[in-house]
């Protein structure tokens, strides 16, 4: 890059100050503050409601303490060490591991979040569907055990693919199952939170994602085990993930029932 890597950042500073400042401009607390919402919105938003949606007081002790979102969240540590195994490894594996060059290495890293953002997608969509058909239990945690098996799968499928490509290509697959099961996670916080989903999807997000401090423990790994034995770390991180949701009861809170 002409000038160095370092302009990369101050090309792309700009943009997050940008969003930053529309969304400030554009975003409101509430869905009666937005101009862009229309009467009938609203009346559907609010139908069968007799008071506006608050969280109980002293809500953050009551998901601390709540079994199904402690489960949830350590569910969701166990698929986020894969997920930074791809978000800060990936690229290094691709050129060291399987000889692409650092250009080759640099496209294709990018190939995971791409068939991440499309299974996210796909994901919500299912488990929104068989919550309707099926209820919220089975609704939320089949999506994810499936795609977290999946996940295990394909993860010790692409380390041990002898191809470079087809390996890309399963653990472009891997990553995007974990992402196939974001929406279970937080549409199952909501369901066993309700008034108090905020705190709950904090909760599960923070400890979720502490997952990342394992970065140096990843190193380790790779230093004394080499790869594939830290890579199949993160297939037994993720049958983890997949029996705990056995153990989740997604359901709306006595107060939410209808």
Known sequence: MVGGWQVSFYALAPIGLIVGLWWWWYGRDR?????????????????????????????????????D?????????????????????????????????QLEGGWLYAAPFVVGAVLAAIGGGVCDALCRRIGP?????LPAFVSLLLVAVLLVAGAKSPHPYVAVALLALCFGF??????????????????????????????????GLLAP????????????PTLASGSVFAVAA?????????????????
Not at 42 to 53: C, D, K, W, Y
Not at 137 to 141: L, S
Not at 217 to 228: A, E, P, R, S, V
């Open 31 to 67: 869905p009666a503050e937005h101009a862009a919402v229309t009467p009938q919105e609203l009346e559907l938003i609010n139908a069968g409601r007799t008071a506006p949606v608050v969280g109980t007081p002293g809500g953050w002790k009551l998901v601390l303490a709540h079994r």
């Open 137 to 141: 239990r089975w609704g939320c945690r």
């Open 178 to 211: 974990t992402q196939f099961a974001e929406g279970p996670f937080w549409a199952a916080s909501t369901y066993v939170a309700g008034p108090n989903t905020a705190s709950a999807t904090g909760v599960l997000n923070t400890g979720g994602n502490l997952a």
């Open 242 to 258: 997949a029996v705990l949701w056995l153990f989740v009861r997604v359901q709306p809170p006595p107060a939410q029932k209808t």
């Open 69 to 101: 979102v402690l489960l949830l969240t350590a569910s969701y540590f166990c698929m986020n060490y894969v997920f930074y195994i791809f978000s800060q490894w990936l690229f290094t594996y691709l050129v060291k591991e399987r000889g692409f060059t």
């Open 217 to 228: 423990l990843t190193g380790l790994m790779l230093d004394h085990y080499g790869w594939w």
